[in-house]
């Protein structure tokens, strides 16, 4: 019985996720002495996942936009034709409407924000994270089928490269209850939920005039773009790169905050990622009491040193 990954593509190409979620697949495959193979949508170039160790690919070609239910059906269809017991995802945005209904389909249980390789592999134990990261549970899948879904950045990716049969499966027209009227892309150099370093800012930079402070640190760091809910609400910068409980949640190697108090709502957004840095110029504000490293000054002095500091470290 095989082990079956959904591998997420942006724009025909494998996000990030999907080389990562394939590392933890493989891994898990060679555990329990079975096959990993794979399920995605309109991969534009499936065997660029070969070297993650991918044994099948169903490739389903539709040109059905998002739909969560009918992404789940096509999911679930192709899992079963496959032999699936355990199917393995990312912790998307998608990934989080799409699972729920596959969990129902195929009265599986469902693990989210795994953030490690299973402690137990017979029975399969998982370490999730859980209270808006705050803390730490283990949880036992007792199901015959069983999902889980990995927190972005918290496996790594590994290559273990193998022999990648793949094979196409032309999705039939179905009836969609969403119906689009337009498509706009946001137009984010890097994204933010993949992004490894992600620079956000805050009120504290006092108009959109000043982004060039965030803009040309996350150049330098080569780092996604990211803002506070309020920033984003004043149309300072568009709703894309909004990032918190109720933006985009951000499971980053690094984060750096300037000029962000540090609402709860962002801080429960952002605590997955591994290393939080904060700058503002209020030593009071709650961000500090979560950051890792803090540096209580005006962002408007720091950021510049820090820029050039970091150039001069790059050019060793």
Request: with cysteine.
């Amino acid at each position: 019985m095989a082990i079956i990954v959904y591998l997420e593509t942006e724009n025909g190409s494998f996000k990030k996720s999907a080389l990562e979620v394939s590392s933890y697949g493989r891994k898990l495959a060679d555990e329990k002495k079975t096959n990993l193979c794979g399920i995605t949508f309109n991969s534009s170039d499936p065997f660029k996942i070969e070297k993650y160790g991918v044994e099948k690919l169903i490739n389903i070609k539709t040109d059905h936009v998002f739909d969560a239910k009918i992404y789940a059906d096509l999911l679930c269809k192709n899992f079963r034709d496959l032999g699936g017991t355990i199917f393995i995802t990312g912790s998307s945005a998608d990934s989080r409407f799409i699972f729920p209904i596959i969990s129902i389909l195929l009265d599986a249980s469902y693990a989210t924000n795994v953030v490690e390789f299973p402690s137990s592999i017979s029975p399969l134990v998982l370490k999730r994270s859980v209270f808006t990261n705050k803390a730490f549970v283990f949880t036992e899948l007792k199901n015959k089928h069983k999902i889980i879904g990995i927190l972005n950045n918290s496996f790594g990716i590994f290559e273990s490269e193998r022999k990648l049969e793949v094979k196409d499966y032309i999705s039939e027209s179905l009836d969609s209850n969403v119906q689009v009227e337009s498509i706009k892309e946001d137009g984010e150099k890097i994204s933010i939920a993949d992004a490894e370093i992600v620079v956000s800012g805050g009120r504290g930079l006092k108009g959109p005039e000043n982004w060039n402070l965030v803009e040309d640190l996350a150049k330098t760091l080569g780092a996604a773009t990211a803002c506070s809910k309020p920033v984003s609400d004043m149309g300072w910068r568009p709703h894309s790169e909004h990032v918190g409980q109720t933006g985009k949640p951000v499971a980053s190697n690094l984060y750096i905050a300037i000029g962000v108090s540090g609402a709860i709502q962002h801080l429960a957004g952002i605590n997955a990622s591994k290393c939080k840095v904060v700058i503002n110029n209020d030593p009071e504000a709650p961000f500090f009491k979560a950051a890792d490293y803090g540096v209580v000054g005006d962002a408007f002095d720091v950021v510049p040193k820090l820029i050039e500091g970091l150039k001069k470290f790059k050019s060793r």
